[in-house]
């Protein structure tokens, strides 16, 4: 099977991996961040997802890790050498067509670089990515493609745990958009602030955000938790919950081209 790509995306809760045949993703799936693995462990288990998508591992020979945990960089790295013997470990430094507008850009997250070059290449810019995980970040691509920084606040799961933890007895609860705002109780009280309260709160980013752009931008929502934040949001045009994934696609095509 010719133009395979194995995208690894290694995020603070997640591993997410994607299977690319050319530019279709073919197939999918999760690791947990909280284990440690050997090089060994990450061979095995996606020698395992390889088998059960029909593909021959053997026929892998491009991969592509986008990491922000860096505990688990080498073993994933080395564990793609056995596939590839120069894989690409995605950041400012190795691929540097990146424009990048921040103060040091070695500080943003190679998740963040893949959301902003995939999202400008999909849907064009000025653009923000909405990219609902650990954290919830807010990413701004200006009309040329560059990168211009964004927001970062916690995500939807960190705020109700936290919640849960740092308070004696609130209890932690389902993020399940409640019909009404006005809680009647405690766990719909907590629930309509972590929905609703989380709506509202990213629709205002973004709109200030469109104020200091002077132009209305195309806003793309991705991330594990999207669907439900951005089917309520008054502000996403675009739904795209593999965006990282793609974004490494798009890097890498570009990183190997040499152009």
Known sequence: MKDLLLAVDIGNTTIECGLFVGAKLVADWRLASAVPRTPDECWLATSFFLRDAGVDADSLRAVAVASVVPEHTGSFTEMARRFDPDPLLISIDTCPFLKVHYQDPRQVGADRLCNAFGGFRL????????????????????????????????????????????????????????????????????????????????DGLIDRIAGELGAKPK?????????????????????????????????????RSGK
């Open 123 to 202: 849907f064009g810019g000025p653009l923000i990515v909405v990219d609902f995980g650990t954290a919830t970040t807010l990413d701004v691509v200006d009309a040329e493609g560059a990168y211009l920084g964004g927001v970062i606040l916690p995500g939807p799961l960190s705020a109700a745990t936290l919640l849960h933890r740092r308070t004696a007895q609130l209890p932690e609860v389902a993020l399940a958009f409640p019909d009404r705002v006005i809680g009647d109780a405690t766990e719909h009280a907590i629930r309509a602030g972590l929905t609703w309260g989380i709506v509202d709160m990213v």
């Open 219 to 255: 806003v793309v929502a991705t991330g594990g938790l999207a669907e439900p934040y951005a089917q309520r949001s008054r502000n996403f045009t675009s739904l795209h919950p593999h965006l990282v994934l793609e974004g490494i696609r798009l890097i890498n095509e570009r990183a």
